[in-house]
């Protein structure tokens, strides 16, 4: 399954992925690209 949700409100978004498609690093840079800014957040943050 692949989602995700995204809150304009909280700057936060919840990916669900497969990592044999796409690792988080990449993920990570085309949002950057894309002009916003995104980071991993670890748990417990």
Avoid: C, W, Y
Wanted: proline share 4%.
């Amino acid at each position: 399954m692949h989602r995700a949700d995204v809150s304009f409100r909280d700057k936060e978004a919840r990916v669900v992925f497969d990592p044999g498609q796409v690792t988080v690093d990449q993920m990570v840079d085309a949002v950057n690209r894309a002009g916003f800014r995104a980071s991993l957040k670890r748990p417990g943050e």
